[in-house]
């Protein structure tokens, strides 16, 4: 299986820039996503890195470094309403399977 | 286009009874799964269907819960009877195809089980 770990919460500033980093560990990776989540809302695709190095997308941007075991989200011009809880999920090839498996997330305080 | 609904949004149980849960995947996704968040832990894989056959269901906690998915369409989660760690919220995902990088979430069911 795999072990996935993002601080439990970070706070920034509005307007800064914040970096939410994920460490796995992973016999067959095969893809890491994160996703955003609201309080009692549908957890929302954000990034999909498969390969080394980083993927933009407006505000946001995903890294990804397969030797290290290593992602970050890094999120740019901060707006109140990125206060959610990000989550880094972690796909598995071992047996064929496409089911991610899940980090218990990083809640994101963004303060004016 | 729809999302993914779940009905209901929340649910209030007694230890003992039973819940039915209900999802709603994206018209023409074939490819169905249930996840299951206890409080202050991670999402957890319960089970996959590929149309309404169950492709995986390694991450059901027990016997205790029964997925179906006739027709292939709206697909339900009955917990019988539910006990009190059942509590939490079980969310529903669909995706075109099963190596689709993108599932499409639903917005989740709160199940509190007292």
């Known amino acids: 299986g795999q072990n996935i770990d993002q601080p439990t919460e970070m706070t920034a500033t509005e307007g800064a820039i914040v970096q939410i980093n994920c460490t796995y560990q992973t016999s067959g990776f095969n893809g890491l996503f994160w996703y955003q989540q609201h309080a009692g809302e549908a957890p929302t695709f954000l990034s999909y890195n498969v390969l080394d190095g980083l993927e933009e997308k407006g505000r946001f941007s995903s890294f990804l470094s397969r030797s290290k075991g290593y992602s970050y989200l890094l999120l740019k011009e901060l707006q109140m309403k990125d206060s959610a809880s990000y989550l880094c999920a972690v796909r598995d090839q071992t047996g064929g399977s496409y089911i991610p498996t899940f980090g218990r997330g990083t809640s994101l305080i963004v303060h004016p | 286009e729809a999302g993914v609904t779940q009905f209901p949004s929340h649910s209030v149980i007694e230890k003992g009874q039973t819940v039915t849960l209900r999802c709603d995947p994206i018209s023409g996704h074939d490819n169905l799964y249930w996840y299951r968040r206890v409080m202050g832990k991670e999402i957890k894989f319960l089970l996959h269907?590929?149309?309404?056959?169950?492709?995986?269901e390694s991450g059901m906690p027990n016997n205790r819960f029964l997925a179906e998915r006739t027709g292939g369409t709206y697909s339900t989660l009955k917990v019988q009877p539910a006990e009190l760690e059942d509590s939490g919220v079980y969310f529903c995902?669909?995706?075109?195809?099963?190596?689709?990088?993108?599932?499409?979430f639903g917005p989740g069911t709160r199940l509190t089980v007292t």
């Open positions: 269907f590929v149309k309404e056959s169950k492709q995986d």
């Open positions: 995902a669909s995706s075109q195809d099963p190596s689709s990088y993108e599932q499409y």
